[in-house]
């Protein structure tokens, strides 16, 4: 058969299968899938099912996909490779992101271990290509000195080295199945809150139809410092709260050293109290105590003791305007009862993945950790924001103290989660240094405490040793530091199911309050490591009063909002004091030029960077030199989480997860 004749039956054949024998000339073909005919179809001749020129096409697209697969492969690569290059070219001129004395001791014995590991791995290639791990030497059979010094290794290995290795590593074993049992215990518990539907009742309910009387007096305060991005936002919320006006106070308590910044907020509040608003701006001069040395200046205020109860909410929560009345009735009637916590949402949960694992991880502490402690042992700690205070409580239990950076745990809505790791990481060690802080200073007042032993008991074992103390000790000990000795020590053995299962069986719980983020566990597990050494380090500075347990440094802000809500309950209202087109974006006359002069400053300031973090890059390098040494050993799963947990290093030390900035 000539070529041309069998073009054409190809033709015929292929119009014939997509149905189109009316249009013979059409070339439709060149942009579909080939699939084999049919053999039911009897005019299709069998011989001719796999031609020439069907299986050409048919290697065509597959190498096709297989060069998209590809380019998109290289492609990224490239980008992640430019990307790590500028941040090291940056790193050169920046200052250094960890300069704490406290974390340049860590930084250097991290330091200090790449090498040592880095040298385990060049004589162990040595000894794998001279065989020598299918086949130890002994010393009395050892010829060579090179053979010899690796039986002495061997002996120093099996008989010095991995005891007291293995001994560490059932330690942390033991810590790590008491804390999945603690997890398991918080589940559970979750789970029959759940099916009993147990759940706190409010004793009454404001339709709108009691007497102005019948409203308590309530104190809202909204601490902040230099807060330009979220200021608008937040002052707006708190001042349409429905609530009678004349039952509510707003105190807008400002720390902000930059004049600009302050000239902003007074005039928000200016704009608030033309409208009838009850609202007073405060700044004090000396910031002493940081947030909680500005809770305590404005609860020393004379008025205050006109109040019954007092709402507190962060520079980026959005409380919606019916805040207050879900919150207040709880009190009614239970004269015991100091705090309503209310949980958080955020607005910026999926703007990258950094957000996204840090919904899961609040997602859960709210939903099981808060519940749980709140329905079986009614105690848990206040999350420093978005919550309702009785003020005689808060008095009786000596009010805000300005000794810890956790003030909030200390007497113990819609926000924005940090979209940058730099934002993250610190916040998260001033949340992982503060508890030791306070656990350190209030260990005795606990025990002599007038509340019962199981709630002490809770406080002490469950709340700081077990989640704030062990829980970052064994993660960063066993994930970071065992697990690759043990690589070089092999006598020393840790179970693949401490490894990967119950961590992937923990991981599977944690993300049930946020099934959405089920596609982001393995990202999660990982992340959750890579944190350890944060806050292994937040834990040992505030447990030991290192100096960079005492710094306090504002979550930094990008201005999320969620204006829907606020713009139509806005629309809704016909009083005139809260008509306007845009409620959240406006500003007052007397702040134009301070704006002006803020985006003048921002466009002459220097430019902001994503930062190269030393420690993770260092792990990272200790743990793909692991990953080596396993794949030596073949050790199957043990190389896998290495590897991927060394790239999951890599990632954060070169600030490529979460914000982008240069």
Known sequence: MSNQAQNHEFQEWWNKQRGFLDKPDSTAFLTVEISNPTTSDPTVDKGHTRSARQLSWLWLLKFQQLATSLAWLTNGSVYLLRTANRRIAASRTDSPSDSSASSRR????????????????????????????FSPPSMESAEAAVERAYAKWLEIRAGYLAPPLQSLTNVCIVLFLIQSVDRVVLMLGCFWIKFRKLRPVAAVEYDGSENV?????????????????????????????????ERMLIQVLDDSDELDAQLLIKAEVQKWQQRGVHILYRHRLIRTGYKAGNLKSAMNCDYVKDYEFVAIFDADFQPGP???????????????????QTRWAFVNKDENLLTRLQNINLSFHFEVEQQVNGVFINFFGFNGTAGVWRIKALEECGGWLERTTVEDMDIACLCELPESYEAYKKQQHRWHSGPMQLFRLCFADTLRAKVSFGKKANLIFLFFLLRKLILPFYSFTLFCIILPLSMFLPEAELPAWVVCYIPGLMSILNILPAPRSFPFIVPYLLFENTMSVTKFHAMISGLFRLGSSYEWVVTKKLGRSSEADLVAFAEKESDPLVETTNLHRSSSESGLDALNKIETTKKSGKKKRNRLYRKELALAMILLTAALRSLLSAQGIHFYFLLFQGISFLVVGLDLIGEQVS
């Open 106 to 133: 860590l930084y250097r014995i991290i330091k200090l271990f790449l090498l040592l590991v880095i040298l385990l791995l060049c004589f162990e290639l040595a000894a794998y290509f001279k065989g020598w791990h």
């Open 213 to 245: 009387e019948d409203y308590p007096m309530v104190l809202v305060q909204i601490p902040m410092c230099n807060e330009r991005e979220v200021y608008q936002q937040s002052i707006s919320a708190c001042c349409v709260q429905d609530w009678p006006k």
């Open 322 to 340: 019916d805040f207050l009345k879900k919150t207040i009735p709880y009190f009614k009637g239970k004269d015991d009862l100091a705090l309503v």
